[in-house]
């Protein structure tokens, strides 16, 4: 079965950490462009991070740059979103995105992993 599944949220205090990961099967993600975002209660989802599937370059989006850092393990097969400083509004559920870098390239999507970030 072809899948992304995320695991590590949960409950923290402000200016605690998380280490999100997000596991592919079915398909490896070596030709896979990878994306972190995050969809709060009321709110849109929203990009959070995401890295390239050729030379590992990687983006942020201004709310957590320079407390989030996104990496990827191709041998293992996995993606992982390291959250530092978190703040309350970080609260949301967290999707990991894989897209083929094709044109007509296949896209999935995970479940989701719930983060609360509350004292």
């Known amino acids: 079965q072809l899948q992304l599944v995320e695991s590590g949220g949960g409950l923290v205090q402000p200016g605690g950490s998380l280490r999100l990961s997000c596991a592919a099967s079915?398909?490896?993600?070596?030709?896979?462009?990878i994306g972190w975002f995050r969809q709060a209660p009321g709110k849109e989802r929203e990009g959070v991070s995401c890295i390239s599937s050729s030379d590992g370059s990687t983006y942020y989006a201004d709310s957590v740059k320079g407390r989030f850092t996104i990496s990827r393990d191709n041998a293992e097969n996995m993606v992982y979103l390291q959250m530092n400083a978190l703040k309350p509004a970080d609260t949301a559920v967290y999707y990991c995105?894989?897209?083929?870098?094709?044109?007509?390239?296949?896209?999935?999507w995970g479940q989701g992993t719930q983060v609360c970030v509350s004292s």
């Open positions: 995105r894989a897209a083929e870098v094709r044109i007509g390239g296949r896209d999935y």
């Open positions: 079915g398909f490896t993600l070596d030709y896979y462009a």
